[in-house]
């Protein structure tokens, strides 16, 4: 019987399931479970499983360079970054109202690593973010122009909830390399 439920789970894809049935099923002939509890904890495992997946993907797509969070965020070292201000943005509403954020400050004071927890934060709230160097951004929208997919690309880079722009500040534009950013931003 076991076997045919392994079976039947790696048909339906239910990969929670299949990870922790033996355990559950065990359990639940030693304290005599109710058939309902059994399935109750199996799919609750199924929930787990693809949450924690989902997760992963989410991480893994965004391209954190680094693995920076506000809780390794070092406030006591950058005294010029405004603690609570960016445990307020943590709160993530400013992406709900569609608005940017833009994180100006001389080299060494941590802007990257605080867009980058604010991303994270995102991630595990369960939103869809991407983390660009603004020159890889920029060669990526100036070689859709040339082969004609800007419009895809903008649409596609407009998918996601957060999208972090690192180094913006250090590239010379061209006009070409402007208007396909300032169209993206807008």
Do not use: C
């Amino acid at each position: 019987m076991r076997d045919k439920l392994h079976k039947l789970l790696g048909q339906l894809r239910l990969g929670g399931m299949a990870e922790t049935l033996e355990a559950i099923l065990d359990a639940a002939e030693r304290e005599a479970e109710a058939p309902a509890s059994v399935l109750l904890r199996l799919l609750q495992e199924e929930y787990r499983y693809r949450q924690e997946r989902s997760l992963a993907y989410r991480l893994q797509q965004a391209r954190l360079p680094w693995d920076w969070s506000l809780a390794t965020f070092p406030f006591e070292r950058q005294p010029g970054v405004a603690e609570h201000q960016i445990r307020a943005l943590a709160g993530l509403d400013f992406i709900a109202r569609a608005e940017n954020l833009v994180f100006i400050g001389p080299p060494g004071t941590g802007k990257t690593g605080l867009a980058i927890a604010l991303l994270r934060q995102a991630l595990l709230n369960g939103q869809r973010g991407r983390f660009y160097n603004a020159q890889e951004l920029i060669d990526e929208l100036y070689a859709s122009l040339a082969d004609h997919t800007t419009t895809r690309l903008i649409k596609r880079l407009s998918a996601y909830d957060i999208l972090v722009i690192d180094e913006l500040g250090y590239l010379t534009f061209k006009p070409e390399h402007a208007n396909a950013l300032f169209k993206l931003l807008e």
